[in-house]
């Protein structure tokens, strides 16, 4: 037997055999409306996912999961220093798109968790804030718009979100990569 034909060899139980000889089989079924206790929800198979990538960096973490609004949230902490090399904008950004393939793939749905890694969404939130203060000094000071770089679809709400709190208007502007904000009166 090759090492490919070793590698696609499955172990079953004798339940497994006798239900698959029926036609039948054993693992939870995605399709049941009964909202069956086995299927794994959104959140398990991404905390799931990230515990094994924690294990694989050979980094402890403790994993957080709440659902705010039809969302999950993902929050990575530790007690130390150890996940700084993971929470860093950009790595957080593509650790939260893998995460989300991986439950698509599971469960079938698009998914629109948002991963925390070390306090990094509160770092940039700080960050997101300061701009928009800056960007409205300019317009306090008699500039029409101010354009703020481009980021994400989540950051551009959150700056959104902000601007309106102070009294402002904002549009997202661009297409791609280079979708930004653009704050006015």
């Known amino acids: 037997m090759s090492e490919q034909d070793t590698a696609a060899v499955v172990d079953t139980t004798d339940e497994e055999q006798h239900l698959a000889a029926a ?3 054993a693992g939870p079924d995605v399709d049941d409306v009964d909202g069956d206790d086995e299927v794994r929800d959104e959140a398990d198979i991404a905390a799931d996912y990230i515990e094994e990538l ?8 403790d994993i ?3 659902e705010r609004a039809g969302r999950v949230y993902l929050t990575v902490t530790d007690d130390g220093s150890a996940l700084r090399v993971l929470a860093k904008p ?4 593509a650790l939260q798109e893998l995460t989300r393939i991986a ?3 599971e469960t079938g749905e698009f998914s ?3 991963l925390d890694i070390g306090g990094s969404r509160d770092a940039r939130a700080t960050e997101l804030q300061r701009l928009v203060d800056t960007a409205v000094e ?3 000071a008699g500039s029409t718009t101010a354009a703020l770089p481009p980021m994400s679809s989540y950051e551009r709400k959150l700056v959104h979100d902000l601007v309106a709190e102070k009294g ?3 549009e997202s502007e661009g297409e791609g990569r280079d979708r930004h904000t653009v704050v006015t009166r």
């Not at 924690?54 to 973490?61: E, M, R, V, W, Y």
């Not at 950009?90 to 950004?93: E, G, I, L, N, S």
């Open 64 to 66: 957080e999961i709440e």
């Open 90 to 93: 950009d790595t957080v950004t």
């Open 168 to 170: 402002f208007h904002s």
């Open 103 to 105: 439950v698509q793939a």
């Open 112 to 114: 629109r968790l948002i």
């Open 54 to 61: 924690l294990d694989i960096c050979d980094l402890d973490g």
């Open 138 to 140: 300019r317009i306090e």
């Open 23 to 25: 036609g039948e089989h």
